[in-house]
């Protein structure tokens, strides 16, 4: 069995689901959105970074063993605070085998995925039917538009919605609000035209662009395109949302 | 809910100091006429209170219902020059000198008054009259009393005067008698606690303060006197009044002053003692948001989340407190150190984090702290140019801890603790004894601190897994690292920072040389049977200034500054402060934190010293965000660990507040076991405060 590679573990990460969670961030994702704020999760590889604290290796392999014996010494404070653990990234579907083994090893503890949707149906269907949650991206509705500022298509991330919506997992969409790029009216209004007769709908989370994005781009000699937006304000809309009868959270 | 405006007013002057306008230039002097009438140090002592009280002018304030201003700024000495030195040559003196970090027993005197008080004094007189110590200190103590009974009936007419009816009826009955009101208790409370200040103590703290007080509050809420309303409006003019003279406090740091308050926990004989008024001691100290006073929550494994909520509510502030300490084991702790089960469930927490009891603890809780980075850097370095195994290395660490602590209590064998009169008025027994406080009371023990023990322990960590497991790293290279700081290796001090096991991470080989630390700590205070006033020596855990002190040198410190370490870090960067990670460790978050804390045996570790983590003030955007926190400092109570301090934290504002101090003149963080005014550090304090890590998230 391959290890994992994980760039990241944060305990008590109080916007990655109920209760106090314990977060593990899965390295490599297949989007190459312009916003990210977490640009040492794309390449899958371990990666050099030099932080303002001197250099440090983000990306740590893990075998499902190693992992589990990690969350599991938890376990029992996660269950007693309404709370468990969160698979974010990066994108956790490129390692779904590597989630499969931890899964397998791990104590009864609820379980939430953090997820663009971007994966092979059956790839998406097999791992979400083992999650209790399910936080599910949506960015935006234009295909053409997704794919300028992506990088991909979101015909598969749709498809998989509705796998989702199919499979029962409860699941909230969380929608980043980048100014001019997704925040606009016509797309949030496009997003809750298309989720809000979804069954399994628990609400939508709206994420204000992070002003501090662009961070961590130069520690790994990357170069972060949007930093015209750092001022600019975020377009808030959810009674747009609201008026579908769609519960949202702003954050 | 918001403060009025006239609290409003009231805490933006005192803020603005428009009370310093009614500072005196001069305060009297006494030695002089003390050398020629020919006092002895007690009745010095007592002389220096009536000096002062009577020197005290009267300043009543339009807005004020709780008056006292202090316009003493200094305390004069009671000795010349050269006779102190002669009194005090060739003996150790505590810090400044006068006893300082203890508790009154503020429910007993309230419950007297001063004139009870008086009486037991003279019934005591009457019993020992042919006893001239005795007489002489009896004598003293009725000469506070008396002084500051005519500051209160100066403060009384002057206030007649003003025609403040409510504040001269309160006056001419306390502190003479016991308060019949809650107003009377605060307004007892303020003076009486003030004058302990102007008698030269200082880290003078107000105890449990829901306890005793909640019985005069219970009085006027049932009786209609007092609706909550009314009864916050008067606690929150007491807190604000607290700040006024905190620039007068020495301290290492303004804000280093332990006024410190206690609230929950349990009573004496054991019943739960959370009452109305500890949840209105956090919403008011919430609403005011001054630095003043500090308060300590005592909670349980148990204790209802709603309460922590509430507490969280405060933390959310960014004040750094509440600070939380975990009757659980605190108390079995006192117990196991010869404290009586009563006493032990009415521990108090000092200035900074240890435990004391109220009235009956002369315990001189810091005497001092053994550096564990020096303990560890030394016997590394000597036992690695030795060619020893792990095992001899850890012989000398052994040595160097123990060599500490007896050093330590060595130099305080000969503790010179001078009169007390005034604050013996106070304490439990001193009057009814005819015996200065100074001289004894029920519990006379010492604290050693063991500082800086992550650093300490990853020190030990490192050496073992990479020189002696691994053997990734030779011991020459490592000396030569350490000796050059690092200079031409900087790849080494990456791997050492970035391979070596760590404190905080829940990781079983750091945790055990941090265990070990303070197992090595606690077998040496043990082997002490008596520290020389017929107490023992508690071990804690907390650092205090010497996070910094120890990192780079200081002139109050014997040890040299600690160079480079074998953690990977570099000389002259701080040290962990108190229990928690060292500074740029990265960690998963704060239950690992609590898991590596919760392994040390808080039976023999019992003097006090949080784990102290930080969240990013992003954290609390959400009203979720409160019960989870809520929940956070319940699992670590659940898990067994002591004390916990929550700071709320934003790098970007702290950052802001250093380049333009003049928009944040009212950022307040906690520094080691206070909070201060960020702009009012100094900035070796400030970059530490930035620098340590929180734990941000999303």
């Known amino acids: 069995m391959t290890p994992g590679i994980v760039f990241d573990i944060k305990e008590f990460a109080v916007h990655d689901g109920p209760g106090i969670r314990t977060t593990v961030f899965l390295k490599g994702c297949p989007l190459s959105c312009v916003w990210c704020h977490s640009p040492e999760g794309k390449d899958p590889a371990p990666q050099m970074m030099h932080t303002p604290r001197g250099d440090r290796i983000a990306g ?25 653990v969160t698979f974010s990234g990066g994108e956790p579907l490129m390692q779904a085998a590597f989630i499969h083994s931890t899964l397998d090893l791990l104590e009864p503890v609820h379980r939430l995925l953090d997820t663009s949707g971007f994966a092979e149906r059956h790839v998406f269907g097999d791992l979400v039917r083992r999650f209790d949650m399910v936080y599910f991206d949506l960015k935006l509705m234009d295909p053409q538009a997704h794919r300028t500022h992506t990088g991909v298509s979101n015909a598969p991330i749709l498809n998989n919605l509705q796998i989702l919506s199919q499979s029962g997992v409860p699941f909230v969409i969380r ?9 606009t009216d016509e797309n949030q209004r496009a997003i809750a035209d298309h989720v809000y007769s979804l069954p399994g709908l628990l609400r939508v989370d709206l994420l204000p662009y992070n002003q501090l994005a662009g961070a961590k ?8 395109a949007l930093h015209d937006l750092e001022k600019h304000p975020v377009n808030l809309r959810p009674d747009l949302f609201l008026s579908k009868g769609i519960q949202v959270l702003c954050h | 809910m918001p403060l009025s405006e006239r609290l409003i007013r009231m805490k933006e002057a005192v803020r603005r100091g428009d009370h310093h306008q009614y500072r005196q230039q001069h305060v009297p002097m006494l030695t002089a006429e003390s050398d020629v009438l020919g006092l002895s140090w007690m009745q010095r002592q007592a002389r220096l209170i009536t000096a002062m009280c009577e020197a005290e002018q009267v300043v009543i304030q339009p807005d004020e219902r709780i008056v006292f201003t202090r316009t003493l700024p200094t305390v004069p000495p ?41 009486d037991a004094a003279l019934a005591t007189r009457q019993r020992c009259a042919n006893q001239p110590e005795t007489v002489e200190f009896i004598d003293s103590a009725i000469e506070t009393i008396d002084a500051v009974l005519a500051l209160a009936e100066r403060y009384a007419k002057a206030a007649r005067a003003m025609n403040q009816g409510d504040i001269a009826d309160a006056l001419t009955h306390v502190p003479a008698h016991p308060p019949q009101t809650f107003h009377e208790a605060l307004q007892f409370l303020r003076l009486v606690h003030a004058v302990v200040w102007l008698g030269g103590h200082y880290h003078v703290g107000l105890g449990r303060f829901d306890q005793f007080m909640w019985p005069y509050l219970e009085r006027d809420l049932a009786a209609g006197r007092l609706d909550n309303t009314s009864a916050e409006e008067l606690l929150a003019e007491f807190f604000i009044s607290l700040n006024k003279d905190s620039d007068l406090y020495p301290g290492v740091q303004q804000g280093d002053n332990g006024q410190t308050l206690t609230i929950g926990g349990v009573t004496p004989s054991g019943e739960p003692a959370t009452n109305d008024l500890t949840l209105m001691v956090l919403r ?14 005592r909670i349980t494994a148990d204790t209802d989340l709603d309460l922590l909520c509430l507490a969280t509510e405060l933390t959310k502030k960014g004040l750094g407190f509440p600070q939380y300490s975990n ?12 404290y009586a089960l ?62 500490q602590v007896n050093r330590l209590v060595g130099t305080y064998s000969d503790l010179l603790l001078p009169p007390a009169p005034y604050y013996s008025v106070l304490m439990d027994g001193c009057l009814e004894s005819g015996c200065d406080l100074s001289r004894g009371l029920t519990y006379n023990n010492f604290g050693i601190h063991g500082a800086c023990s992550a650093n300490g322990a990853d020190a030990l960590a490192a050496v073992q897994k990479l020189v002696f497991q691994d053997q990734a790293v030779s011991p020459q290279q490592l000396l030569a690292a350490l000796e050059t700081n690092f200079a031409d290796n900087d790849t080494l001090r990456c791997l050492l920072h970035e391979d070596g096991p760590k404190v905080g991470n829940n990781d079983p080989q750091a945790d055990v040389m941090l265990v070990t630390l303070f197992d090595m700590l606690a077998e040496a205070c043990e082997q002490i049977e008596d520290n020389g006033r017929g107490g023992i020596v508690r071990p804690g855990t907390g650092s205090a200034m010497y996070y910094i002190w120890l990192a780079r040198g200081h002139e109050n410190m014997r040890e040299p500054a600690v160079g480079a370490t074998a953690d990977g870090r570099k000389a002259g960067t701080p040290f962990s402060a108190n229990l928690a990670p060292a500074p740029g460790v990265r960690v998963p978050g704060p239950i690992s934190v609590f898991q590596t804390f919760s392994k040390l045996d808080y039976q023999r570790i019992v003097n006090g010293g949080p784990i102290t983590i930080e969240l990013s003030s992003s954290v609390f955007g959400e009203p979720e965000s409160i019960r ?33 101090p003049e928009l944040h003149q009212d950022l307040i963080v906690r520094v080691w076991g206070w909070s201060g005014y960020f702009c009012e550090l100094s900035p070796e304090y400030q970059e530490h405060v930035i620098q340590r890590d929180f734990y941000e998230m999303g």
Request: charge should be negative; glycine fraction near 8%; hydrophobic fraction near 45%.
């Open chain 1, 175 to 183: 929608v980043p609000l980048i100014p001019t790029i997704t925040d």
């Open chain 2, 327 to 338: 009757d659980d084991v605190v108390i079995p702790g006192l117990v196991a150190h010869g």
């Open chain 1, 60 to 84: 740590k392999a893990y075998t499902p063993e190693a992992l589990a014996v990690y969350l599991n010494n938890q376990v029992s404070i996660l269950n007693a605070n309404e709370g468990g």
């Open chain 2, 284 to 297: 008011v100290a919430r609403d005011v948001s001054m630095i003043d006073p500090k308060i300590n929550l």
């Open chain 1, 217 to 224: 781009y130069p520690m790994l000699g990357m170069v972060y």
């Open chain 2, 628 to 660: 989870k926190v809520a929940m956070l400092v319940r699992t670590f109570a659940q898990l067994g660990c002591q004390q916990l301090q929550v700071n709320s934290l934003n790098a970007e504002t702290l950052r802001e507040a250093q380049f333009q």
């Open chain 2, 78 to 118: 009671v000795y010349q020059n050269e006779d102190w030195a002669c009194l005090t040559a060739e003996r150790t003196l505590h810090e400044l000198g006068p006893i300082s970090n203890i508790c009154a027993d503020w429910g007993f005197v309230l419950s007297q008054g001063l004139l009870g008080r008086r």
């Open chain 2, 342 to 403: 009563e006493d032990a469930r009415n521990y108090t927490v000092a200035a900074c984090w240890e435990f004391i009891i109220p009235g009956k603890g002369l315990d001189v809780v810091n005497i001092g702290a053994v550096s564990f980075p020096y303990a560890a850097d030394t016997a590394i370095r000597a036992g690695l140019r030795a060619g020893e195994s792990f095992e001899e290395i850890m012989e000398r660490v052994r040595h160097d801890v123990q060599a």
